[in-house]
T-cell receptor, first 111, second 116 residues
Framework: SQQGEEDPQALSIQEGENATMNCSYK?????LQWYRQNSGRGLVHLIL?????REKHSGRLRVTLDTSKKSSSLLITASRAADTASYFC???????????FGKGTMLLVSP | DTEVTQTPKHLVMGMTNKKSLKCEQH?????MYWYKQKAKKPPELMFV???????INESVPSRFSPECPNSSLLNLHLHALQPEDSALYLC???????????????FGEGSRLTVL
């Protein structure tokens, strides 16, 4: 399957702690995106990193991409209860123009 | 306006019913998508419309019939569905045609479908 694999499947932390989620994929990509989904709601785009970029920041989010290892990580610093959601990586595989979503990480941030 | 609006939010239908899901965006996006999402699973692509033409059909059963009346609207017509088709159906849009990678998707809140 071309689908990305997130790790861990579920993560439970306390407010103020950092949360790190990983995504691995199997084939060459053009870009990798991260999305957030609150329970039963639509997905919201968080950040996009291109295949020639290694790191990108947006507010409390930091994304890294290692194309040699075919992996990416999403770091959320100083987490808040409102960060509780599922987080999905999504990839544009080379030669395939639409996004394929990974299996997701469920993040629970306790007050 | 950066919204994708989906109606209805919830739909319950029998296996012999015919119903439709609707999606609307006013961001000038020329690509629109239907995704299906089962509980605790990632969204799975069903259809892609690019410039109002169906460009991708991910081998979806014919009981799901998409329609793009104009560049702002996307419908999904449902007929003779099965209970296993119960899921969250998500509409999304993006700028430009699907042939360009790296496009951010804007999602609606979804239509929760239950087939009895």
């Amino acid at each position: 399957s071309q689908q990305g694999e997130e790790d861990p499947q579920a993560l439970s932390i306390q407010e103020g702690e950092n949360a790190t989620m990983n995504c691995s994929y199997k084939t060459s990509i053009n870009n990798l995106q991260w999305y957030r989904q609150n329970s039963g709601r639509g997905l919201v785009h968080l950040i996009l990193i291109r295949s020639n970029e290694r790191e990108k920041h947006s507010g409390r989010l930091r994304v890294t991409l290692d194309t040699s290892k075919k992996s990416s990580s999403l770091l959320i610093t100083a987490s808040r209860a409102a960060d509780t959601a599922s987080y999905f990586c999504a990839t544009d595989f080379s030669g395939y123009s639409t996004l394929t979503f990974g299996k997701g990480t469920m993040l629970l941030v306790s007050p | 306006d950066t919204e994708v609006t989906q109606t209805p939010k919830h739909l319950v239908m029998g296996m012999t019913n015919k119903k439709s899901l609707k999606c609307e965006q006013h961001m000038g996006h020329r690509a629109m998508y239907w995704y299906k999402q089962k509980a605790k699973k990632p969204p799975e692509l069903m259809f892609v419309y690019s410039y109002e033409k169906l460009s991708i059909n991910e081998s979806v059963p014919s009981r799901f019939s998409p329609e793009c009346p104009n560049s702002s609207l996307l419908n999904l017509h449902l007929h003779a569905l099965q209970p296993e088709d119960s899921a969250l159906y998500l509409c999304a849009s993006s700028q430009g045609e699907t042939g360009i990678p790296g496009r951010e998707l804007f999602f609606g809140e979804g239509s929760r479908l239950t087939v009895l």
